[in-house]
């Protein structure tokens, strides 16, 4: 049940995460969301490995978030390099 509220949790991430990046995504809504979705997960997954923050906490979010504009970061330059 844990993996499924995160996964809910990471959709409402990647929607904040394609907010703070705004800009064309070479994949498109639907892809960026799923990005958001596994940044989402990892930067929380990391946040609660190093012990930053406990389940529950607020900063949660914030690393969660900072986790999907990591991933969407790193997809939007490895597309772009791919392009050209």
């Known amino acids: 049940?844990?993996?499924?509220?995160?996964?809910?949790?990471?959709?409402?991430?990647?929607?904040?995460?394609?907010?703070?990046?705004?800009?064309?995504?070479?994949?498109?809504?639907?892809?960026?969301i799923i990005l958001g979705i596994v940044g989402g997960l990892l930067g929380g997954w990391i946040g609660r490995a190093l012990g930053v923050y406990q389940a529950g906490e607020p900063v949660g979010f914030i690393m969660a978030v900072v986790g999907a504009v990591v991933v969407l970061a790193i997809y939007r330059l490895g597309f772009r390099s791919r392009r050209v």
């Not at 499924?4 to 892809?31: E, N, Q, S, T, Y």
């Open 1 to 32: 049940m844990d993996i499924v509220l995160w996964i809910i949790f990471g959709l409402v991430v990647g929607v904040v995460a394609k907010f703070v990046m705004p800009g064309r995504d070479p994949g498109g809504m639907i892809l960026t």
